[in-house]
């Protein structure tokens, strides 16, 4: 071979094998973290709480290490729900504390979705709360963002309201419910128990008796007796008479001069009989030619 199609040829295959090479090293990755949308985050919930005249909310370290956490398991195991652990990582001396979870394309339409549902709005609007942590990892099998965020109420000075920034609203719902641990609080004082006071026993009232009713006699009920009917005596139907049937009459088929030929040795009608044939044809034409002649001849 020509040593330039050899070198074309190696060149081929060291392609070749690198892309087979980059591709197991890509599925193996890891969800990766996104500061970038972290930022975003801080910047979209702040300009909701500003456009609502609250001011906004302070990154915590502690609390975004903790949010980190939770949401690289989230991205990792490809699933959404609330971690079983809200305070770790929150300073101590905070009176109120708070978690939103969720899972989408972006940060605008992630806001949107918090916005839009009540118990996340809830949180993001709350007053009380001072501080907040956010973490943002990517899945890279799906793309899709995983972002966990902590919210607590810390004691000193709320943060000056900033100037409004109105998010661009998109459609997406996140499927956790926020959850909100309330601050430990004393216990109340027992309250002391008054005894019961003493019954005083009451004479009792005497009732005079009610005159029992004497019961009005009820006259006799006289029957009246029930008119009998008039019978009526059976008129008998007459049966109906059976109408001999008139039989029908019978056409003769030959002509009446022919009848009154063919009447003579057959008997009395209804036992007329008549038959056809080339010899009674030819008698009864001869027959009725005669009787024509004759009356012609008259």
Known sequence: ????????????LLITASMLLAIPVASAQGPARDFGSEAGFLSSLNSQRA??????????????????????SMATGSFLAHAGDIISG???GWTKVGEN???GQSVTSLTSAFMNSQGHRANIMDASYTHIGIAVYTNPRDGRIYTTHRFAALPG???VAAAP???APV????TAVPTIAPAPTAAPAPTAIPAPPTAVPVQPTPVPATPVPTATPIPPVVSTPEPEPTPIPATATPEPTAV?????????????????????????????LAFVDSASINEAATAKLASKTAKFGR
Do not use: C, Y
């Not at 456009?51 to 302070?58: H, K, R, S, T, Y």
């Open 157 to 159: 000075a709320a943060p």
């Open 171 to 174: 459609a997406a719902a996140p």
């Open 244 to 272: 001999p049937a008139t039989p029908e009459p019978v056409l003769p088929t030959a002509t009446s001069d022919q009848t009154e030929l063919d009447a003579d040795g057959f008997g009395a009608p209804p036992e007329q």
């Open 101 to 103: 979870v969720g899972r």
């Open 1 to 12: 071979l020509h040593p330039l199609r050899k070198l074309i040829i190696l060149a081929t």
């Open 51 to 72: 456009a609502g005249g609250l001011g906004p909310l302070a990154l915590n370290g502690s609390m975004t290490a903790a949010a980190d956490s939770w949401a690289l």
């Open 165 to 167: 920034v109105v998010a």
């Open 90 to 92: 929150t300073p101590s």
